[in-house]
């Protein structure tokens, strides 16, 4: 059984950071690329940032110099270091594991990150 659980959301004032982890349990975690989404109420889900299995990232314009993607394989986990957090960051953001050749996708429960003073 796949799961990806997300921890480390909250209530953050603007200028504050947050870290985000996602454990994964299921998958031969090493092989996926690993992605953070994030939603917003009244929009649709849009890519954060993206981790490949050999350790490239990407970033969607926004976040750029504010976010860090890693990934830990012995560990089994992605995290989401957030900094200097704005309050448009506020989503809920979703862990994503993905072997696209293999057309196999899973997406964690998601974490609620309100950055608000």
């Known amino acids: 059984q796949v799961q990806l659980v997300e921890s480390g959301g909250g209530l953050v004032q603007p200028g504050g950071s947050l870290r985000l982890s996602c454990a994964a349990s299921?998958?031969?975690?090493?092989?996926?690329?690993m992605a953070w989404y994030r939603q917003a109420p009244g929009k649709q889900r849009e890519l954060v940032t993206r981790?490949?299995?050999?350790?490239?990232?990407s970033y969607e314009d926004s976040v750029k110099g504010r976010f860090t993607i890693s990934r830990d394989n012995a560990k089994n986990t992605v995290y989401l270091q957030m900094n200097s957090l704005k309050p448009e960051d506020t989503a809920v953001y979703y862990c994503?594991?993905?072997?696209?050749?293999?057309?196999?996708?899973?997406w964690g429960q998601g974490t609620q990150v309100t950055v608000s003073s």
């Open positions: 994503n594991a993905e072997r696209t050749t293999y057309h196999l996708t899973y």
């Open positions: 981790i490949t299995s050999g350790g490239s990232t």
């Open positions: 299921g998958i031969f975690f090493r092989l996926y690329d």
